[in-house]
């Protein structure tokens, strides 16, 4: 039944019967496969069990891991709102005694341009006292020389 299955074959491609070659066969080279046998029905149920059961502590695994990341994640965010809160807070205070100093220089600035005029004055005469000085070492030695005449 076999050759009548290859004989079709091979004229359905053209081939003639004339040319074509029966397959040799060789009954002492084939091996039997054993049928492969299934387990037990309770056991199939208990694998699938045992490995469903698995699978869903690796995934409560995974799953509480990535939520307590996102907790990590939502506490650290919290705690930089309050960090730069607490900056936001330092940076307002700096600027209001930014301000204070700014008009406490403001109210001082008079006093500071008074000051300045008296020290230009200051040393405007502590030039002079020293033109008077050099004025008198002069006439003094005019008048030891006019003396010792």
């Excluded at 050759?3 to 060789?26: L, N, Q, T």
């Excluded at 502590?57 to 990590?72: I, M």
């Excluded at 008296?118 to 000085?133: F, G, M």
């Amino acid at each position: 039944m076999a050759a009548a299955a290859a004989a079709a074959a091979a004229a359905a491609e053209g081939v003639p019967a004339i040319h074509r070659e029966e397959p040799v066969r060789d009954d002492v080279a084939v091996e039997t496969a054993e049928e492969a046998k299934e387990p037990a029905e309770a056991d199939i149920n208990e694998l699938c069990r045992d490995m469903f059961s698995k699978m869903a502590t690796y995934l409560t695994g995974e799953l509480t891991a990535t939520s307590e990341d996102y907790k990590l994640l939502e506490n650290m965010n919290k705690l930089t709102s309050l960090k730069y809160l607490e900056m936001k807070d330092i940076a307002i205070n700096i600027s209001r005694n930014l301000k204070d100093l700014n008009q406490k220089y403001a109210g001082l600035q008079p006093y500071l341009d008074q000051i300045n005029i008296i020290e230009e004055q200051v040393a405007a005469l502590e030039q002079a006292a020293y033109k008077l000085d050099a004025y008198s070492k002069k006439l003094e030695a005019k008048y030891k020389k006019l003396e010792k005449r």
